[in-house]
């Protein structure tokens, strides 16, 4: 069946440094894939979204590519913010999710 | 634009009780969806309606589950005879079938439920 591992938390960074948070799935068919973020205190909300092979998703300096080969949509940043502390989900067709990665950045 | 809203917050409740909780989706989104998050997961999927046809229901959804979209505005779910394992936020989101943000999933602030 599908379903989506994503890599434990919490991942703690120091401000500036480079964010890598893995996320790989299995499905049939082509699925469409998603990062949502939780902040602190707040609901769920969509960060970036890829639906086809070799599509990258951005926002807010955030970036993930489809990687059929791989089976993987790893959320990368290049620079992190205290703000970027959070809760990060990665999901499959937005119905098979990750149980997500918490980020702490230390200024 | 008001957002999803949902009804109640929290609900603490005791083992074998009925309860019922209400989500009202962003006015022009056609899809409404239900999931329910324990902690450190991430949301499960529960079921999801096209207007007011339910379209699909995880495998995993105990009958003691029901889900209803009327009107295809507002939904309501329904846990019958409630279990200690049902306690878990209960999230809602809505989106749309057409225009730029296509499919993206809006999410209320949910509903925590606790059995005691």
């Not at chain 1, 894939?33 to 990258?56: C, R």
């Not at chain 2, 730029?100 to 925590?112: A, D, K, L, W």
């Amino acid at each position: 069946g599908n379903s989506v591992t994503q890599m434990e938390g919490p991942v703690t960074l120091s401000e500036e440094a480079f964010l890598t948070i893995n996320c790989t799935y299995t499905a049939t068919g082509y699925p469409s894939l998603f990062w949502y973020v939780q902040y602190p205190g707040e609901g769920l909300q969509l960060l970036l979204k890829a639906t086809k092979a070799d599509d990258k998703g951005s926002n807010k300096g955030f970036e993930a590519t489809y990687r059929k080969e791989t089976t993987s949509f790893h959320l990368e940043k290049g620079s992190v913010q205290v703000s970027d502390s959070a809760v990060y989900f990665c999901a499959l067709n937005q119905l098979i999710w990750g149980a997500g990665t918490k980020l702490i950045i230390k200024p | 634009d008001t957002g999803v809203s949902q009804d109640p917050r929290h609900k603490i409740t005791k083992r074998g009780q009925n309860v019922t909780f209400r989500c009202d989706p962003i006015s022009e989104h056609n899809r409404l969806y239900w999931y329910r998050q324990t902690l450190g997961q991430g949301p499960e999927f529960l079921t999801y309606f096209q207007n007011e046809a339910q379209l699909e229901k995880s495998r995993l959804l105990s009958d003691r589950f029901s889900a209803e979209r009327p009107k295809g505005s507002f939904s309501t779910l329904e846990i019958q005879r409630t279990e200690q394992g049902d306690s878990a936020m209960y999230l809602c989101a809505s989106s749309q079938t057409s225009g730029t943000r296509y499919n993206e999933q809006f999410f209320g602030p949910g509903t925590r439920l606790t059995v005691l």
